[in-house]
């Protein structure tokens, strides 16, 4: 599929649209009044446990960009630490205080310490040709991570419905919810810009499908218990029903840009395997447990 021409001009006037239109969820706006807190809590307490970190360890990925991303543009730097930063840091502080409202304890986020292996990242980044893949990994990894956010939101919202739980699906998740498609177009404006203009060589494409298809990461799961954690978001929004389709939807952007020689790849492989696993591992651990809230 072809895409419309993507200039620096018409990024950079997306963000500053973000930053007008969508300001931080205002806190004092959630109404946290549940009408049954078990019910809530045994169908979505996993999910919002592990949406919270993610969301607020945005705080410690604003000092990872620094390191990792010295040459980005003002654009660039606009939108992580002025638009995407603070807008999702308040996602975070929702979804924990409506957790601890259905009883769960505070949610326990990594925020501030920025990992050995982003610092040597950094380090090579400072080569322009290391920086611009790197850059375009960020892009990459930043839209599946969005449209991930995206389709989790909108299982919990639907879900949240159907359970008659308005004041909750309204004020907080579908208030959340609205502000993640300006994020996942950020991400898909700057990657497209960066393979139309011609910024990334073939051999930077070349190595930029290496290093993904090496190290696919899903969102907020450095270790081998957060991918179970992760593959408990997938099976307890029923994410995994449809898992094909919805790796798809989650790696389209990177499909048409990176596997474009490719024709006719649906969903790269190595996306597929790494939510599969998550899923299965989260199975094989509510088999040994008992049940998601089973304590
Ligand atoms: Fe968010
Ligand atoms: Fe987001």
């Known amino acids: 599929m072809s895409q419309p021409q993507v200039d620096a001009t018409r990024i950079r006037d997306h963000v500053h649209r973000l930053a007008q239109q969508h300001p931080p969820v205002d806190l004092a706006s959630a109404d946290y009044t549940v009408h049954d807190r078990r019910a809530v809590r045994a169908r979505f307490g996993h999910v919002m446990d592990y949406m919270a970190r993610v969301e607020m360890e945005v705080e410690r990925n604003v000092l990872e960009l620094a390191v990792l991303l010295p040459g980005v543009s003002q654009t660039d730097r606009t939108f992580y630490a002025d638009v995407w930063g603070p807008q999702e840091e308040h996602h975070g502080i929702l979804l924990d205080t409506l957790g601890q409202h259905l009883g769960l304890p505070p949610v326990t986020a990594n925020t501030g310490e920025v990992p050995a292996r982003v610092r040597v990242l950094g380090a090579l980044a400072h080569l322009p040709v290391v920086h611009e893949v790197i850059r375009l990994l960020y892009y990459l990894t930043g839209a599946a991570t969005e449209k991930s956010a995206m389709l989790a939101y909108q299982a919990m919202s639907d879900g949240l419905a159907q359970m008659g739980e308005d004041p909750i ?74 898992l094909e389709r919805n790796v798809r939807d989650i790696s389209r952007l990177e499909t048409q840009l990176l596997w474009a020689h490719r024709q006719g790849l649906q969903v790269p492989g190595y996306a597929l395997a790494a939510f599969r696993e998550a899923a299965q591992m989260y199975r094989s651990r509510l088999g040994a447990d008992g049940g998601p809230m089973a304590a």
Do not use: C
């Not at 898909?188 to 993904?212: K, N, Y």
């Open 169 to 242: 699906k309204e004020t907080v998740v579908d208030a959340i919810k609205v502000q993640e498609p300006g994020h996942f177009a950020f991400y898909r404006l700057s990657a497209t810009e960066m393979v139309q203009s011609g910024a990334i060589a073939g051999w930077q494409l070349h190595l930029a499908r290496l290093l993904r298809s090496r190290r696919y990461g899903l969102v907020g799961a450095g270790t081998r218990e957060q991918r179970t954690d992760f593959g408990g978001v997938v099976v307890e929004l029923g994410l995994d029903q449809q």
